[in-house]
């Protein structure tokens, strides 16, 4: 019969269950024969039927001294081992397992008296330790295997009775030589002896680290208490020196008697309390705030002007607009008026203006980033019962300036948002509105805090997004694009400088030529502003320092040729106009909050029904413009000859490939009006052409914003000839001839004008 994880020893008596039918069958077979049945183990007790090649090679001849029968075919038996046997071969594994088994001849191995006496001494010692680690060994047990005389009997007593693995016991069971189990034995008690000590040991490490922290525990306590009786306890040293600074605070009475009052309760709660950690914190952000400490603003608006154009090249208007702010802001005595705010694509130079004007005032500076706010929260603070309340970014920004006039740059205020958290523009107004302001209550401090004496100036990419009420509040400065010769001049008088400074290079170790400059403006950067360029241009210092000191040059010459070694392949090549008249493809302009760019719309005719298709980044005031498009065209369909049921046999689809900024608005309506009548008549449209302007159902075409940014783009584009609407004349009067040379402005007030300038020619076709 296979035994699972168990081996039998001569002499052992167990009893055990079996339920394997085939074990069963054995069992009532060997009872009926003679009472003794081969016992072996099986090498892996998971294995339901093992042959012969699964079972050790040695195993046990016991017999069987009671069987009891247990429901399901189960099966309760008492064996004893009488000696050991080698499996020889399975001869029959159908019903019950078969074997042939021979008993292993005695060695006759008679090991010499004094020899058996020594090995029966050690033993006994490795067993008597073995006890001592053991507690489950009894001493009963153990008392009466140590009187054994016999060597053999002694070894063969613990083997049965101790409790070890079945591998072990097959293993004592493989030995037939007294002295090879005597040896096996031994290590095998001296192992697990070893294992309990080291158990042992770990428990007790385990131990006194528990008592330690319970200890240290106690002590904490009881020091508290002692402290507690002296009346001496940390929180009474920060009370006295929060007292002291109430005292020294620049604030009205009613401020210091809120402090005060925050400091008894302060005193009262106890250290060590969550409470206590709570008003310490309340203490410290009101003894933080500049209550009525301000700083002395230099009013001298000559000052001011020197120091806006030393900082910034050009923005002429800006600056001028900002002195007049000044003006008015000294003259009409502080903190009325609308606040400032700064519109313009990214790196123009909005949050450096800010900085700017903080300088010539001599007033401290603080920036709060609004991109991206949503809570409430964040702009009037959190209610003290919150759990980790914390005031309003504007709170944080004048606890970091300590004064109550600063200059606060409302950076990025078209980006705030509102969700469920509450009305972020609502919070914002506030602040903002002059009548309002001077009492500005944060959740978190909740004594009404005066931001009157704050210059706000907020800055932003896009006006559209920006809430209208809170567009009322503010004076708006734009701040547009660059044009290629004004970023050179940045560059030169700003930008190099500056960076050359930051990445320690000193005057003449770096040397950039115009045209490598021209080139890395055009060819590197693309961008309304000028913050990739300054990026470039530091890229370009930090490898000029590395060749000063690696290659101990005395100057680096950056010129058009050697510009790759420092930036690497050219980036951008300006999308060019067509070479050749196309029909179908009208190129528009478009305004992005990153500055301006063409934009080739694309129309196809297929047979079909009817339908209208558009397709690419489009928005739907732009969806809408097309439709009023494609109204006008059925209008005048007579005119172009184009046959009524053109409309019902053809679907029409209009594509507007995707630029890297999403595109929305009106100003592409005569575009699309204009690609689609090509498309239907045949007629190429001019590929040097651009145009922009909306449409009207009747064909006029109206004004459009951004104009400086179009035109920049239409002339980097290569466009020679740009349709503008004539409502945006005035516009044009106000930029910079600088842009608008070799461009051919042509104002159109009708579509029947735009038409006549962008297609190539009249072809008389019949429509279809
Ligand atoms: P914005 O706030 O508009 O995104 P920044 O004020 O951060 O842009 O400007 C980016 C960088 O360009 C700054 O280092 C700034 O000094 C520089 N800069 C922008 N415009 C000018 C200018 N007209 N003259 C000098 N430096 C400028």
């Not at 606060?408 to 980006?415: A, G, Q, R, V, Y």
């Not at 705030?416 to 001077?438: H, I, M, R």
């Not at 050359?500 to 403006?521: D, F, H, P, S, T």
């Not at 413009?625 to 494609?630: C, E, H, V, Y």
Request: net charge negative; with cysteine.
């Amino acid at each position: 019969m296979a035994l699972r994880a168990t081996t039998i020893l001569p002499d052992m008596i167990v009893h055990f269950d079996i339920n394997r039918s085939k074990s069963v069958r054995a069992m009532e077979e060997a009872v009926q024969e003679e009472q003794d049945i081969f016992l072996v183990t099986q090498l892996d007790p998971q294995v339901e039927d093992p042959g012969a090649d699964q079972l050790y090679a040695m195993g046990c001849i016991a017999r069987v001294k009671q069987i009891v029968k247990l429901p399901k075919g189960m099966m309760r038996i008492l064996v004893e081992g009488l000696e050991r046997a080698e499996l020889v071969r399975l001869t029959d594994q159908e019903e019950y397992l078969e074997a042939e088994v021979e008993i292993p001849e005695n060695s006759g191995e008679s090991l010499p008296a004094n020899v058996q006496e020594a090995m029966l001494r050690s033993l006994k010692e490795i067993f008597l330790a073995y006890c001592q680690e053991n507690p489950k060994v009894s001493r009963e047990l153990s008392a009466q295997f140590l009187g054994l005389e016999d060597v053999e009997r002694l070894v063969d007593q613990i083997s049965i009775n101790l409790p070890l693995e079945y591998e072990q016991r097959q293993k004592l069971l493989e030995a037939s030589d007294l002295s090879e189990r005597y040896e096996l034995l031994g290590s095998i008690l001296a192992n697990e002896t070893e294992i309990f000590q080291i158990r042992a040991d770990i428990q007790r490490k385990v131990q006194e680290r528990v008592d330690k922290g319970q200890r240290e525990y106690i002590l904490r306590e009881q020091l508290k208490l002692i402290r507690e009786e002296l009346g001496d306890d940390t929180s009474m040293l920060d009370a006295d020196k929060f007292a002291e600074a109430v005292e020294k605070l620049q604030a009205s009475q009613e401020v210091k008697d809120k402090i005060r009052e925050e400091i008894r309760r302060f005193k009262n709660v106890g250290y060590n309390s969550s409470e206590s950690a709570v008003i310490r914190g309340y203490i410290e952000t009101l003894l933080s705030l500049p209550w009525d400490k301000e700083s002395q603003d230099n009013e001298d608006l000559k000052r001011a002007r020197e120091i806006l154009d030393q900082d910034h090249y050009g923005l002429k208007k800006v600056k001028e607009r900002v002195l007049e702010y000044l003006a008015v802001r000294t003259l009409t005595g502080k903190g009325q008026g609308p606040i400032l705010c700064l519109v313009g694509p990214p790196g123009t130079g909005k949050t450096s203006i800010a900085r700017s004007i903080a300088r010539a005032l001599e007033k401290k500076y603080v920036r709060i980033c609004l991109g991206g706010v949503r809570d409430e929260a964040e702009i009037r603070g959190h209610r003290r019962t919150y759990v980790g309340a914390m005031a309003g970014r504007l709170v944080q920004g004048l606890q970091q300036v300590k004064v109550k006039n600063p200059l606060m740059l409302l950076d990025e205020i078209d980006k705030v948002s509102s969700d469920y958290k509450g009305d972020t523009s609502s919070a914002l107004l506030e602040v903002l509105d002059s009548e309002q302001n001077s009492h500005f209550v944060d959740h978190y401090v909740e004594i009404p805090l005066d931001l009157s004496q704050v210059l706000f100036i907020a800055t932003a990419n896009d006006l559209g997004t920006i809430p209208r009420p809170l567009l009322d509040r503010m004076e708006i400065i734009e701040v547009s694009s660059y044009t290629e010769n004004e970023k050179e001049h940045i560059a030169q008088e700003h930008l190099i400088p500056k960076q050359m400074e930051a990445n320690g290079l000193k005057k003449g170790q770096l040397i950039i030529r115009r045209e490598a400059l021209q080139q890395v403006i055009s060819g590197y950067t693309r961008e309304a502003g000028v913050r990739t360029l300054e990026r470039r241009i530091g890229e370009i210092c930090r490898k000029a320092a590395r060749k000063v000191l690696e290659e101990d040059r005395k100057r680096v010459p950056v010129t058009e040729k050697n510009l790759e070694e420092f930036l690497g392949k050219i980036r951008y090549h300006f999308r060019k106009a067509n070479t050749s008249d196309e029909v179908g493809i009208v190129r528009g302009l478009a305004w992005t909050s990153v500055g301006g760019d063409t934009l080739q719309i694309e129309v196809n005719l297929l047979p079909g029904k009817g339908e209208f298709q558009l397709t690419g980044q489009l928005g739907d005031v732009m969806k809408e413009s097309a439709r009023a498009g494609i109204s006008y065209i059925r209008s005048v369909a007579e005119r172009y000859g184009i046959k009524k049921e053109f409309f019902n046999k053809h679907d029409i689809h209009i594509h507007i490939p995707a630029g890297a900024v999403p595109k929305d608005g009106p100003s592409a309506g005569i575009t699309m009006a204009t690609a689609m009548l090509s498309a239907i008549t045949g007629i190429p449209v001019r590929a040097d052409l651009a145009m922009t302007g909306e449409i009207t159902l009747r064909g006029r075409v109206l004004p459009i914003g951004g104009l400086k940014e179009k035109l920049l783009a239409a002339k980097k584009a290569g466009i020679h000839t740009v349709l503008v609407p004539d409502e945006n004349r005035p516009d044009v009067e106000e930029i910079e001839s600088e842009i608008t040379e070799g461009l051919e402005l042509v104002f159109v007030k009708q579509m029947d004008e735009v038409l006549e300038q962008a297609l190539a020619e009249r072809k008389e076709t019949d429509g279809n």
